[in-house]
């Protein structure tokens, strides 16, 4: 029998239905395979798709353990929030740099041992500090690394290694810019990863110790390098 097929006037082109490229803008169907300043890597960013993964909400008690660099980025991250934050170093408060550009709702303790006994939703611990001291107080725990994970929309390249990682982050950064994409390098190599959220970027490069490892749990780069290992980091 004759089968029920169209037979009428072909479809009209994406042209004339207004599918096409507009005036400086890219097409409607657009593929994304040419990143470059002002357009995204991936259709994940350019959709400005956000998963929050239970990252840290406003109201909540987050303490953060050491107020070096990473330290005072991670409590200020964490204040911009709307989170309760506490900011504790067992070092004397003279003994300690930048503390004039914590965000002032940061309560600050210095000299003492880390309140960690307290009732607290978040431990966020600087690099170096030993786990066992904060393990066990039962808060989740999460590094800086961890929470600009959470917190950058864009993919993130990470390296790892026992040696030669700043210079194949900073590597990476220049093939990056170079190939036109807006990247920044952050992490180990002496910018805090925080640092890096609010940037307008393609992609993140970040230098991850272990340190920085042993406090992520959803921390999932879209390229992750491991560069060597020595026992000593085993």
């Not at 040419?34 to 990252?55: D, F, M, Q, W, Y």
């Not at 001291?133 to 725990?141: D, H, L, M, P």
Request: hydrophobic letters at 40%; a negative charge.
């Amino acid at each position: 029998r004759t089968a029920r097929l169209p037979d009428g006037p072909h479809s009209p082109p994406l042209r004339e239905t207004r599918l096409a490229r507009a005036k400086n803008r890219g097409p409607f169907l657009d593929r994304v395979d040419h990143p470059g300043p002002g357009r995204s890597l991936v259709v994940e960013t350019t959709l400005k798709i956000v998963t929050k993964k239970n990252a840290i909400q406003p109201g909540d008690r987050v303490l953060v353990l050491g107020l070096g660099v990473s330290g005072c980025s991670s409590a200020n991250f964490c204040a911009e929030q709307g989170a309760r934050v506490v900011a504790a170093d067992e070092r004397p408060a003279d003994e300690l740099e930048g503390l004039d550009s914590l965000d002032p709702r940061v309560e600050v303790e210095t000299g003492g041992t880390f309140p960690i006994g307290g009732d607290h939703d978040w431990i966020v611990p600087s690099p170096g500090i030993p786990p066992e001291r904060y393990r066990a107080s039962g808060a989740r725990i999460a590094g800086d690394v961890e929470l600009a994970g959470l917190a950058l929309q864009v993919p993130i390249v990470a390296v790892t290694g026992t040696n030669g990682k700043s210079t194949t982050v900073r590597m990476i950064e220049a093939m990056l810019n170079a190939a036109g994409l807006r990247a920044l390098a952050a992490g180990n190599v002496g910018t805090p990863a925080l640092s890096l959220v609010a940037q307008p970027l393609d992609v993140a490069v970040l230098e991850v110790s272990s340190f920085q490892l042993e406090t992520t749990e959803q921390f999932h780069p879209r390229v992750a390098v491991v560069l060597n290992i020595t026992p000593d980091h085993l």
